[in-house]
């Protein structure tokens, strides 16, 4: 089932700036951009200081990588944490751990000790930091404000993340040039400090009473929801060739500034901050354009025109045309971001809300990683132009490839919650941690109807197995035509306690379509603890087997 609000509507519904009425949201939302500004900051002193030490674009690029690699290696575990643990707790921790890293930073620059190893160590230790808070950060919006306010919110912090990449690069080229990295790293150090007392103000919604799930079983579900879940396959599938050729110019702009362009510091950071003025202006376009054009139409044309900035900036040495391009690109990167954002927060229940954006980010910083390693592997042996204009014509041609992948057939997805199973019974004779638990329905169907139930029923295995079912089996009684016995595996009883709050309003058509094919009612659940027996256990006293 489907809700009344179309794509459409959804779009339509609430202005960009209507979210900014709720007042948590709004603390939520400038306490993120001012910590990615110093995020920003950081990374370009940081680059600065490694153009310093070497010119070698693979190395410059290798600075991508060390952000990338952490949340590529820590995504779905930081997913799982943001589903399991207080997301506030999350990104409270993450905000302590930036705080320290920027220090260590201030330490080692003011002493001038830096080196190539200890730059990108220290770059991946905030990456680390960044990784474990970043689901966390994206998992909270949906709560923070309506339905009608989503497309709103994901706008709002994609500019937001828009903005910090335009004005955190901007700030840290001019303190670099007044004053030296080391004041850039000691701001950033305040920035996250700040950052922390602001939060004070957000509570969280209390837990719901249900058992906490464990690290290891929710990561199993995350990647099992994702093998099952074909919007979330959507969205993922959507974004990963962007990301791929969209990091050359991320990862490859430093050496393009210092060594093409012969920009200084300050320029530098204004090159580096171009994108997110572009973006932070399509910001204010973004309402307009998402009532015209369908998401799909969005993902398509930005990166065609990506594709175009790449081919541009690989053929010009001046800086006013460099900084005109990246503007247009920072545009269509908010288009596709704050797009594709929009519509992954739509697929994903609020249970699973965590491991999936762990999953996209996963993705994303995967795709970045590579991409980084490529395109810095390309320039150091060719040229910086062939590394651009391969990445401008990588961009053109996927964006073509994956058309067929439909934004907009999700985008009317309800994913509120639907009561479609009964609760567990109370017993005492089980305990939370007991397991596996099987449990099991008897069907008593219309011989004729055989193949229409089968048929409705592997829509409701798929279900199951995405909301975390071990295993699933339907199997047939032989002498009795039409006696069927339906039965599917939960890890551990609080698995099963947490089962019928995961279904959502979309489920409830695979339900109804059952009901009807199976012509009665969904049968009482009946649940089994499974007994492990011991192997190798003889059958007979002398040890012989039976």
């Known amino acids: 089932m489907v809700s009344d609000t179309s794509d459409q509507e959804l779009a339509a519904s609430g202005g960009t700036w209507s979210p900014l009425k709720s007042r948590i949201f709004a603390v939520v939302l400038f306490t993120s951009l001012f910590t990615q500004l110093a995020v ?73 000790s830096h080196s190539e190893a200890s730059l990108l160590g220290l770059t991946a230790a905030l990456g680390v930091f960044a990784a474990l808070g970043a689901p966390a950060w994206l998992a909270v919006i949906p709560g923070l404000v309506p339905r009608s306010d989503l497309a709103g919110a994901m706008t709002l912090s994609s500019a937001a993340l828009s903005g910090a990449t335009a004005v955190g690069p901007a700030i840290g080229g001019v303190l670099i040039a007044a004053a030296g990295p080391t004041w850039v790293f000691g701001l950033n150090v305040i920035v996250f400090a700040l950052g922390i007392l602001a939060l004070r103000v957000w509570k969280p919604a ?3 009473g249900l058992p906490h799930e464990h690290i290891v079983s929710a990561m199993r579900i995350g990647f099992q929801y994702l093998r099952y879940d074909r919007p979330l396959k959507v969205v993922i599938g959507k974004i990963i060739p962007f990301a791929f050729a969209a990091v050359a110019l991320i990862s490859l702009l430093p050496a393009v500034a210092r060594f093409r362009l012969e920009a200084g510091p300050a320029m530098f950071g204004l090159l580096s901050g171009a994108g997110g003025i572009g973006a932070v202006l399509a910001l204010l376009a973004m309402p307009n ?8 139409v969005i993902v ?82 060719t040229s910086l132009q062939t590394a651009l204009v391969s ?18 057939r999700y985008m009317d997805v309800d994913t509120d919650t639907a009561t479609l199973l009964d609760d567990p019974p109370t017993v005492t004779s089980v305990h939370d941690d007991d397991g596996p638990i099987l449990l099991t329905a008897r069907w008593q169907i219309d011989p004729a109807r055989r193949d229409d139930f089968v048929a409705a029923m592997d829509p409701v295995r798929r279900a199951l197995k995405r909301q975390g ?78």
């Open 40 to 112: 920003f900051m950081n990374g370009l002193a940081t680059a600065w200081l490694l153009t310093d030490i070497t010119d070698s674009p693979a190395v410059v690029a290798s600075l991508q990588i060390a952000v990338a690699l952490p949340v590529f290696l820590l995504a779905l575990f930081a997913g799982a944490l943001a589903d399991v643990v207080s997301r506030k707790r999350i990104i409270l921790f993450s905000l302590a751990g930036s705080m320290i890293v920027a220090g260590a930073f201030v330490l080692l620059s003011a002493s001038e």
């Open 206 to 208: 209390p837990h719901t």
């Open 289 to 296: 354009i998402r009532k015209r054009v369908g998401p799909d």
């Open 300 to 381: 398509l044309g930005s990166m065609l025109i990506e594709a175009a900035v790449f081919v541009v900036l690989a053929s010009t040495t001046n800086i006013g045309v460099a900084a005109g391009v990246l503007m247009v690109a920072g545009a269509a990167t908010l288009a596709i971001v704050s797009t594709v954002m929009t519509v992954l927060q739509v697929v994903l229940p609020s249970w699973i809300r965590g491991r999936g954006v762990a999953l996209f980010l996963l993705a994303v910083q995967g795709s970045f990683a590579v991409g980084a390693l490529i395109w810095g592997g390309i320039a150091e042996q």
């Open 391 to 408: 990445a401008g014509l990588t961009m053109a041609v996927t964006a073509v490839l994956v058309m067929p992948l439909r934004l907009s």
């Open 469 to 546: 079912a071990l295993s699933f089996r339907l199997v047939e009684d032989v002498q009795q035509p039409g006696h069927m016995l339906e039965s599917f595996t939960m890890a551990t009883w609080s698995e099963y306690q947490r089962l019928p709050h995961r279904a959502t309003m979309a489920d409830e058509a695979i339900h109804e379509a059952l009901i009807d094919a199976a012509g009665s009612e969904v049968p009482a659940l009946t649940a089994h603890r499974v007994i492990k027996l011991r192997s190798g256990r003889s059958d007979h006293p002398d040890g012989s087997a039976g």
